[in-house]
Each structure stands twice: as structure tokens, then as C-alpha cells.
Antibody, heavy 119, light 108 residues
Framework: QVQLQESGPGLVKPSGILSLTCDVAGVSISGTNWWSWVRQTPGKGLEWIGEIYHTGSTNFNPSLKSRVTISIDKSKNQFFLKLSSVTAADTAMYYC????????????WGQGTLVTVSS | EIVLTQSPGTLSLSPGERATLSCRASQIVAGKYLAWYQQKPGQAPRLLIYGASNRTTGIPDRFSGSGSATDFALTISRLEPEDFAVYYCQQYGDSLFTFGPGTKVDIK
């Protein structure tokens, strides 16, 4: 079955770069689905960060677009998130997810990884 | 950006009762782009309903979605103990996904 697993540093310094990897198992990342990053905080709730297709096409949340890079490695069945110039407001649980073919929702999720921004 | 508002914030009910959760959008949402999720503590959200009214594979038929335009609802016909959780609606429009703030269904 489809499984996603986030990994990366749990602590990032302010003004630094948050970098996460999503390992995808059970399905090829080169299929017909888009792949997304979503974060969750107690204050702002669930927030979509951006998405990538296996061709490398991307779309981003306008509120984060200037700081976000999403990339993909088809050979390793992975995709990645980089968020630059982080502040305490970027402290959140970060999820990777596969979008549902039936229409712009998120069918499969990783378990999430908590990233704290602090010096 | 389409803003989603969910009500009530908390719904206190007993097992066996019917739950009706509301999701209202600030602009018209294309019906097939409205989804509902369930989230339990320490877990990722779980997709229940897509396209406003279609259950995902494996979701019990006590869960049903309805609505169109700016007003949508999730109904749980008879609450089971495992249904006490937080529920989120989500929409896609103008190349942007947004989520509602959630409704917590807890045990009365």
C-alpha cells in the first residue's frame, strides 16, 4: 500500500533553512498524482505549503511562495521541501501527502514530523 | 483566497447520536473540490469525503457529505466511539488549497 514518511532535522535556527524529505513507498512517484507538503500548528491550523508533479511542475501557497522550494528525485522515489528564512512562526508539524486523483484532496499522508524553530 | 468557516467549534454528543457539522465558504466552491477529514490525536488527517459527497474507500456509510456552492455539511448518522475526533473541511480553488479551522466532536 502507499506509504509516506517525512524525515529531517527537528530543530532549525531562526533565519535558517528548514529541509525535509518525504520517502514514498508502495507506488511510483512518477505516476499521475501530485505530491504536497502541508503543515499544522495549534494557532493557524492546517496550511497547504505547495505541490509538485513528477515532471517538476510546482505550485505554491502565495503566502509562502517567496521562501519555498519543492523538488523531486524520481530515482529515489522522494520529494523534498526547503523553507528559507524561518522564524518561530514556522514551528509546526509538517506532513507530506499524495493528492487524490479524484479531485484535489489529500488521500495519503505521512505520519508527520515536528519542526521547531529556536536558537 | 477562499476562507472556510466551520461550526460549531465543539460538538458534545453521546455514542449513537447523530452529528451534523457545517462548513461555510467565503466564495463559491466547485462541488468536486470540497473534502472532509478526520483527525485523531497524534495522527495525520484521514480523508473521509471528496467531491462534497463521495466516501473514500473503506469509510463507513454512517459518514455522509452534502452541500454545494458555499454551504456544505458532514453528517455522522450514529456516532461510534471511534468517531470522536476533530473534523476539517478543505477546498481547492484558484490554485490554492485551504482548510477550515475544524470541529471537535467530543463525548458528552
Amino acid at each position: 500500500q502507499v506509504q509516506l514518511q517525512e524525515s529531517g532535522p527537528g530543530l532549525v535556527k531562526p533565519s535558517g533553512i528548514l529541509s525535509l524529505t518525504c520517502d514514498v513507498a508502495g507506488v511510483s512517484i512518477s505516476g499521475t498524482n501530485w505530491w504536497s507538503w502541508v503543515r499544522q500548528t495549534p494557532g493557524k491550523g492546517l496550511e497547504w505549503i505547495g505541490e509538485i508533479y513528477h515532471t517538476g511542475s510546482t505550485n505554491f501557497n502565495p503566502s509562502l511562495k517567496s521562501r519555498v522550494t519543492i523538488s523531486i528525485d524520481k530515482s529515489k522515489n522522494q520529494f523534498f521541501l526547503k523553507l528559507s528564512s524561518v522564524t518561530a512562526a514556522d514551528t509546526a508539524m509538517y506532513y507530506c501527502a499524495r493528492e487524490f486523483s479524484g479531485g484535489h484532496s489529500f488521500e495519503y499522508w505521512g505520519q508527520g514530523t515536528l519542526v521547531t524553530v529556536s536558537s | 483566497e477562499i476562507v472556510l468557516t466551520q461550526s460549531p467549534g465543539t460538538l458534545s454528543l453521546s455514542p449513537g447520536e447523530r452529528a451534523t457539522l457545517s462548513c461555510r465558504a467565503s466564495q463559491i466552491v466547485a462541488g468536486k473540490y470540497l473534502a472532509w477529514y478526520q483527525q485523531k490525536p497524534g495522527q495525520a488527517p484521514r480523508l473521509l469525503i471528496y467531491g462534497a459527497s463521495n466516501r473514500t474507500t473503506g469509510i463507513p456509510d454512517r459518514f455522509s457529505g452534502s452541500g454545494s456552492a458555499t454551504d456544505f455539511a458532514l453528517t455522522i448518522s450514529r456516532l461510534e466511539p471511534e468517531d470522536f475526533a476533530v473534523y476539517y473541511c478543505q477546498q481547492y480553488g484558484d490554485s490554492l488549497f485551504t482548510f477550515g479551522p475544524g470541529t471537535k466532536v467530543d463525548i458528552k
